[in-house]
């Protein structure tokens, strides 16, 4: 959900319709947990977003951690991976991606993306 955050900004902020034209669908197939396109497309060609995302990506870890966040069965992430905490951890497990998600937009907007940056 991290790398969805960071590329949803990046998208956002773009003045270049290429970037808006590979940072929007990336940024929603990351949200479903396919992120290959969000890191290999946008955020580790760019550098800063990549490194707004890892960060964003261990609070919200770290945030799992300390609430002993588990999951039942095979890893799935993103909003797919909500199948795995059908019970008592659904909102723990929405609070965590909500977390790991603007955490990594504030910071990519903020700090890792200027608007006339291009690829």
Same mark, same amino acid.
């Given at each position: 959900? *991290?790398?969805a955050g *960071? &590329?949803l900004? &990046?998208?956002m #902020?773009?003045i270049?319709?290429?970037?808006?034209?590979i !940072?929007?669908?990336s940024?929603f197939s990351a949200?479903? %947990?396919?992120?290959?396109?969000a890191?290999? %497309? &946008?955020t +580790?060609? $760019?550098v #800063?977003?990549?490194i707004? *995302?890892?960060?964003g /990506? /261990?609070? =919200? %870890?770290?945030l *799992?951690?300390i609430?002993?966040?588990? !999951?039942? =069965?095979?890893a +799935?992430? /993103?909003?797919p %991976?909500?199948?795995?905490? +059908?019970?008592?951890?659904?909102?723990l497990?929405? +609070?965590v991606?909500? &977390?790991?998600?603007s955490?990594?937009?504030i $910071?990519?907007?903020?700090?890792g993306?200027?608007k006339?940056?291009?690829l």
């Amino acid at each position: 959900m *991290a790398q969805a955050g *960071a &590329v949803l900004a &990046v998208s956002m #902020k773009t003045i270049s319709p290429k970037m808006k034209q590979i !940072a929007f669908p990336s940024a929603f197939s990351a949200s479903l %947990g396919i992120t290959e396109p969000a890191v290999f %497309g &946008v955020t +580790l060609r $760019l550098v #800063k977003p990549f490194i707004m *995302a890892m960060i964003g /990506g /261990g609070i =919200g %870890g770290f945030l *799992a951690s300390i609430l002993d966040l588990r !999951a039942t =069965g095979m890893a +799935l992430t /993103g909003i797919p %991976g909500a199948l795995l905490y +059908l019970n008592e951890q659904l909102p723990l497990y929405i +609070l965590v991606n909500l &977390v790991s998600f603007s955490i990594a937009f504030i $910071l990519t907007w903020f700090f890792g993306y200027k608007k006339e940056q291009t690829l």
